[in-house]
């Protein structure tokens, strides 16, 4: 009789979970990350969960999870890439070299509004033709990914260095450096009102993907259990924003603000820095990547490809060609991560995303995508990516020597593939 009443226990449970369509995957990693940041924030006394470290945190890890989304696709056509820090550096050290030698030579002051824009194309086509370069080697010439990007990182580290000659270079561009973080925010007004549009954003894609389902069809969820869901990426949107709004401008800095204007500033006053703009950097790539994995040929192309490379081929999908286009797009995202990761320090140097292939390919891996190809999410690797840097984070704040952390980086993604192994067997996924 016990027996009966637990197996409907257990019914019951897997039909509310299958009603609401909640992944348990994301909901352990959201876990996960929750526990990791109670566990950081009791160690430091509670400095881990202040404004300024979240502010931090976020802009430390937009170069990773740009990277990560790139990665995803990647993983899921059965492939890798070591390669992307020694690319990211390869980039930063062109769109570095444009910014402060080539342009000015031309007569261009460093600061004119038009550097920024060129350096940024110098990088993204420097990105998007090694990348498809390495993509051609894979796909057409038959050497393995492994084989090809693990050259890859050996050349591209180096080619950076003779193209910088070994040096620091910079200071870089004002407007370049908008797009590192901490220099370049929108401020507590423009930061709610991006929140706002987002929340009506998020509202409207959840509305739009529930009639999309009752007009083929298809089962829904319950009406309780969408506003719930809205309400949910309300109070995390807005939370986020309130967060960083609560992270104050310096005195100081303020003060200089007002005085290049010409004013005095009132007593007492206060600001904060607001979203970031290599965050928007960050949702905007985000947003694009999931629509093409989502709702693009090419999307489902990759995906089909991964989970079948011989069916797909039998089906007309050029899987060599495909290949081309998912290491090119790897190498634009090499390059904007590049972009962030240059203008954050606002100089480019020798040791620019050293072991950024490791974090990279741990944050796809933690998010959910399988090294047997076919299945990742874009979100779920950003999600990664920040696990993967409040660890950092959180161990350096602790006082953790580099090495442990690299080893527990290491230590977690070996878990990770285990964890999603596991996972696997028990749910029949392929």
């Known amino acids: 009789m016990a027996d009966a009443s637990a197996s409907t226990g257990q019914s019951q449970r897997k039909s509310f979970f299958q009603t609401l369509e909640l992944d348990t995957r ?10 990791v940041c109670i566990m950081f924030n009791l ?18 890890t937009v170069s990773v999870a740009i990277m990560a989304t790139g990665m995803v696709f990647v993983i899921v056509t059965r492939h890798i890439d070591l390669s992307v820090g020694s690319l990211l550096a390869t980039c930063s050290a062109m769109m570095a070299m444009a910014q402060t030698q080539v342009l000015p030579g031309m007569g261009f002051e460093l600061n004119s509004p038009i550097i920024a824009p060129i350096a940024i194309l110098v990088g993204v086509l ?35 260095w003779y193209l910088t000659t070994g040096q620091t270079i910079g200071p870089l561009n004002d407007t370049f450096t908008l797009l590192g ?8 007004l423009g930061s709610w009102i991006l929140g706002v549009i987002a929340v009506v954003a998020a509202g409207f894609a959840i509305v739009s993907a529930r009639r999309a389902r009752i007009r083929h069809e298809f089962p829904v969820k319950p009406m309780w259990a969408e506003f719930a869901l809205m309400l949910v990426a309300a109070v995390l949107i807005l939370g986020f924003v309130w967060i960083l709004n609560s992270y104050d401008v310096p005195s100081r800095v303020l003060a200089q603000r007002f005085e290049a204007s010409g004013t005095t500033m009132p007593e007492g006053y206060t600001e904060g820095y ?9 949702i905007a790539v985000a947003v694009v990547m999931t629509i093409v994995a989502r709702r693009t040929r090419l999307g489902r192309y990759i995906f089909a490809t991964g989970g079948n490379p011989d069916a797909a081929e039998l089906s007309g999908i050029n899987t060599r060609l495909l290949t081309v286009k998912v290491f090119a797009i790897m190498g634009v995202l090499c390059a904007l991560a590049g972009l962030v990761a240059s203008a954050r320090l606002s100089f480019h140097s020798n040791d620019i995303g ?10 796809a891996v933690i998010g959910g995508t399988a090294l047997s190809g076919g299945m990742g999410t874009i979100y779920g690797a950003i999600l990664g990516a920040l696990i993967m840097q409040s660890l950092q984070s959180g161990m350096a704040m602790v006082g953790v020597d580099a090495p442990f952390q690299n080893i527990v980086v290491g230590a977690v993604l070996v878990l990770a593939v285990l964890v999603d192994i596991i996972y696997r067997k028990r749910t029949g996924a392929a």
């Open 354 to 363: 050293t072991l950024d292939e490791l974090r990279v390919i741990a944050a």
């Open 126 to 160: 420097t990105g998007a033709i090694v990348g498809a370069f390495q993509g051609y080697i894979i796909g057409y010439l038959g050497v393995p990914a492994f084989i090809v990007t693990l050259g890859g990182l050996l050349v591209w580290r180096n080619v950076a």
């Open 43 to 60: 160690l430091t006394d509670g400095r881990f969960l202040t404004p300024r470290n979240i502010f931090n945190l976020t802009i430390q």
């Open 26 to 35: 994301l909901l352990g990693m959201i876990g996960a990350f929750a526990v």
């Open 181 to 188: 973080g901490i220099s370049g925010t929108m401020g507590e």
């Open 274 to 282: 607001g979203v970031p703009y290599s965050v928007l950097l960050l």
